[in-house]
């Protein structure tokens, strides 16, 4: 394999701790970048007092070694509300001028979650109109926008019958984050899925999971690392950026410590497949 890797770290493995976490953003730069990634892929939930701060959150960044990948956002229509659409799309052409700050930064869009009752299709329709004028508002600023679909309860992109859903009324030009985890508890083979939409791929973010669809440390479970390197080397629009997101219970217990071992354990594995 010979595409040379970049690898980063999602904060959402302290966000998931919920009310535990007592820490702020200074130190996840500062956990992120002791275990060696040299990206970090932040939620506007984690981001603190740096939300509306670019040019502090910058000079973090550099202090740290670390570059922004991508910024993480999700609303509380959870993208699907018809009555929310200019919001929603106001909210994201907000956060680009923020992001712009940051050369090659993404903002990553949530997955659309179902929030009140109504027709799965419609709710398809909706969702897909608000990542498609996102992208549009957020290009306008200079920054691409990244769907990152969820197998979380109520998501309204798990299976492959969802992906096909919003990928066929998505215009073509918005980007896709592929999340191994989420798209095996989804059902769908990694492999058939970053091949079949590897035009939208722009970064990738890697878990896994066990034979049961549990969280597992990376190289724990059944995710191929090797497999989904070489995919995505492939994708034409791949910027080369790995992003390492750890929802098990070791890193529960363990966040920093987690994220460090992954560091290592795909390090490991890459060096493996490139001598192959």
């Known amino acids: 394999m010979q595409q040379d890797f970049k690898l980063g770290c999602q904060t959402f493995t302290w966000e998931m701790l919920g009310d535990d976490w007592k820490g702020g953003p200074d130190d996840l730069l500062e956990a992120i970048s002791g275990a060696g990634y040299t990206g ?58 923020f992001v712009a ?17 109504g027709a799965r299709a419609a709710k398809h329709d909706i969702a897909a109109r608000v990542y498609s004028e996102s992208h549009a508002a957020a290009r306008a600023e200079g920054v691409e926008v990244a769907v990152h679909p969820s197998s979380h309860t109520d998501t309204l992109i798990y299976d492959e019958a969802d992906y096909v859903a919003i990928f066929e009324r998505m215009d073509p030009d918005v980007g896709w984050v592929p999340d191994t985890g989420h798209i095996l508890r989804g059902g769908q083979s990694v492999a058939d899925a970053m091949t079949r ?79 192959h």
């Open 101 to 117: 700050r940051f050369p090659g930064a993404l903002i990553s869009m949530g997955s659309a979650t179902v929030m009140s009752p």
């Open 40 to 97: 970090i892929e932040i939620t506007d939930k984690m981001i603190g007092h740096y939300i509306d701060d670019a040019p502090a959150f910058a000079r973090a960044l550099e202090a740290a070694g670390l570059t922004l990948v991508s910024y993480a956002v999700a609303s509380p229509s959870g993208y699907c509300e018809a009555d929310a659409v200019a919001s929603d799309v106001e909210q994201i052409r907000r956060t680009a001028g």
């Open 197 to 275: 939409w590897r035009d939208r791929i722009r970064y990738v973010h890697l878990k896994d999971v066990d034979q049961g669809g549990d969280w597992a440390m990376l190289g724990a479970g059944v995710v191929d690392v090797s497999e989904v390197g070489r995919i995505a080397a492939s994708a034409p629009r791949f910027n080369g950026w790995l992003v390492l997101e750890e929802e098990s219970e070791a890193a529960g217990r363990d966040p920093s410590g987690a994220v460090a071992a992954n560091f290592k354990t795909l390090r490991e594995a890459l060096s493996a497949s490139a001598d």
